[in-house]
């Protein structure tokens, strides 16, 4: 089991940033990699960054020159996304996911509003 808490998210004008932080516990030695997804209202949920435990890093085309995607090898395993340069587009609610095969966990969510 892998359980994850996420925070950072908020209200933000356009052009602004904000962290999120994903905090893993658990099986953290059995996840293969850890990502953000994001789900605005009608749409379906989608992949926004993703980094795997070998280090590499995977990014919607939208956010690639905008988003960046790290994380902290401490014992309790934490993954960052570092949002620039928000747009109105971007608000939806931001899910972390640890994959660890052939199981995915997801976190609770946290808003991201950016406001024109």
């Known amino acids: 089991q892998v359980h994850l808490v996420e925070s950072g998210g908020g209200l933000v004008q356009s052009g602004g940033s904000l962290r999120l932080s994903c905090a893993a516990s658990?099986?953290?030695?059995?996840?293969?990699?850890m990502g953000w997804y994001r789900q605005a209202p009608g749409k379906e949920r989608e992949l926004v960054a993703l980094i795997t435990r070998g280090g590499t890093t995977n990014y919607k085309a939208s956010v690639k020159d905008r988003f960046t995607i790290s994380r902290d090898n401490a014992k309790t395993t934490t993954v960052y996304l570092q949002m620039n340069s928000l747009k109105p587009e971007d608000t939806a609610v931001y899910y972390c996911?640890?994959?660890?095969?052939?199981?995915?966990?997801w976190g609770q969510g946290t808003q991201v509003t950016v406001s024109s």
């Open positions: 658990g099986s953290i030695s059995d996840i293969i990699a």
């Open positions: 996911n640890a994959h660890s095969f052939p199981l995915d966990y």
